[in-house]
T-cell receptor, first 113, second 113 residues
């Protein structure tokens, strides 16, 4: 299994509070991604990174920001959590950009009350 | 725009029976295709991938998939299903210029004894 960890694995927070999710990899892969998974929607890309300090938006980026100060860490921040952001969040990594296979972390289940 | 359709939301198969999960994609050029499996509470695991060449690809856990350009399909098959195969299965597509994969909404497989 690819060395990807996510923390926390579960979190319950209140509407309006900031939340940061962490993805840590030990594979030294250049590309990292944040997805959210919701019933009936599959996985949707939030943000991705193509190198340290290099990030870009995905399909559902509103309300989210990311940062990557080291190759191994990719942070996802919800500036002011809303109930619509209740979801399971997955981090993925890839050695190459484009269509190449991605390897996924175990996920973080976030509930916003 | 690229898209992936998994027509079956839920399938139930008897243990030992054969399995076919359907995936249709929409993309103008040759796609890069993937199947992932997600067990309950887990991240996604890559089962197999198709980039080019032989249209029948073998994956892990006894799965295979066949790329049919004329039908824009990439169906996943297994000759004999085991109870441990019960999970959610995702088809995904990428392209050379893309930054991430586009996922279908998934098919949940139940295995009956």
């Amino acid at each position: 299994d690819a060395g990807i960890t996510q923390s926390p694995r579960h979190k319950v927070t209140e509407t309006g509070t900031p939340v940061t999710l962490r993805c840590h990899q030990t594979e030294n892969h250049r590309y990292m991604y944040w997805y959210r998974q919701d019933p009936g929607h599959g996985l949707r890309l939030i943000h991705y990174s193509y190198g340290v300090k290099d990030t870009d938006k995905g399909e559902v980026s509103d309300g989210y920001s990311v940062s990557r100060s080291k190759t191994e860490d990719f942070l996802l921040t919800l500036e002011s959590a809303t109930s619509s952001q209740t979801s399971v969040y997955f981090c993925a990594i890839s050695e190459k950009s484009g269509p190449y296979e991605q390897y996924f972390g175990p996920g973080t289940r976030l509930t916003v009350t | 725009a690229q898209s992936v359709t998994q027509p079956d939301i839920h399938i139930t198969v008897s243990e030992g029976a054969s399995l076919e999960l359907r995936c249709n994609y929409s993309y103008g050029a040759t796609p890069y295709l993937f199947w992932y499996v997600q067990s309950p509470g887990q991240g996604l695991q890559l089962l197999l991938k198709y980039f080019s060449g032989d249209t029948l690809v073998q994956g892990i856990k006894g799965f295979e998939a066949e790329f049919k350009r004329s039908q824009s399909s990439f169906n996943l098959r297994k000759p004999s299903v085991h109870w441990s195969d019960a999970a959610e299965y995702f088809c995904a597509v990428g392209n050379q210029a893309g930054t991430a994969l586009i996922f279908g909404k998934g098919t949940t497989l139940s295995v009956s004894s």
